[in-house]
């Protein structure tokens, strides 16, 4: 908490009553708590920040595995296209002889 602010405060708290001592107290477990608010944001911020890229990572490696799954299913695919032409030409060329 700014200076500022402590002033201020310590000003209301003594403006209704309390002793300096008093606003000071007040004043100072204020500025604990905005403190610790602020650490526990931030915290709170970076561990769902963590989760999150652990979650992106584990997404792009699951994705990646799909892809190249895909890939391997197309290419057997292609392959067996190729062999039935083969055979085909084969079978073709032995007929027109």
Known sequence: MPITKELENLR?????????????VLTDVIEQSH????????????DKL??????????????????RASHTDLLVKILAIAAGCTTIGIAISRVWK
């Open 12 to 24: 209301k708290f003594e403006s209704v009553g309390f002793t300096h001592e008093q606003s000071e």
């Open 50 to 67: 963590e989760e999150l890229r652990k979650d992106v990572r584990n997404e792009i490696t699951s994705s990646e595995l799909r892809i």
């Open 35 to 46: 403190v610790n608010g602020q650490q526990s944001l931030k915290d709170f911020i970076s």
